[in-house]
């Protein structure tokens, strides 16, 4: 059972990137990938990226020192990279992200977060909070995107 935030989060980053490979895996039509569904502004290649940026960016670089350094417009105008490029990088993105929340020490909790992300200072632990809630949202949209494409 889980005893503190970060074993809470752990269990949450693990399980919602478990969950975004799975929903990669299940494009039947790898080409629907990276096609942007109607009604929508991103594909679902395309917000994969981006959730593999924003996590080894916030949590594997800056707790876990991996050295990744984030192109975020290609996370939006990257295509056609393969599924299973995809996938190990969603997988070296869990082993990262767990080992930086690893270095994450209780008391820095309740520190400010060492980057300015928003017009504001927020605490380490609201943002590893926000950041469990931005994968959440964007897998959703992912599955809602892939069933819209290949719905039939």
Not at 102 to 119: G, I, R, T
Not at 122 to 133: D, K, P, Q, R, S
Request: aromatic share 10%.
């Amino acid at each position: 059972m889980a005893s503190s935030l970060i074993d809470v989060l752990k269990i949450l980053f693990t399980r919602d990137l478990t969950k975004l490979r799975e929903e990669i895996s299940r494009y039947e039509n790898e080409g629907n990938l990276w096609r942007v569904a109607p009604g929508t502004t991103n594909s679902g290649g395309n917000l994969c990226l981006h959730l593999i940026g924003n996590l080894n960016t916030y949590i594997a670089a800056e707790f876990g020192g991996t050295g990744y350094v984030r192109d975020r417009a290609h996370e939006f105008a990257g295509k056609d990279i393969p599924v299973a490029e995809l996938l190990v990088m969603i997988d070296r993105t869990i082993v990262d992200v767990n080992k930086g929340l690893d270095e994450v020490a209780e008391e820095q909790l309740f520190q400010d977060y060492p980057q300015l992300v928003f017009a504001e200072k927020t605490t380490t632990e609201y943002f590893l909070v926000h950041l469990a809630g931005h994968l959440s949202y964007h897998l959703g949209q992912i599955n809602y995107h892939r069933r819209m494409l290949e719905a039939g």
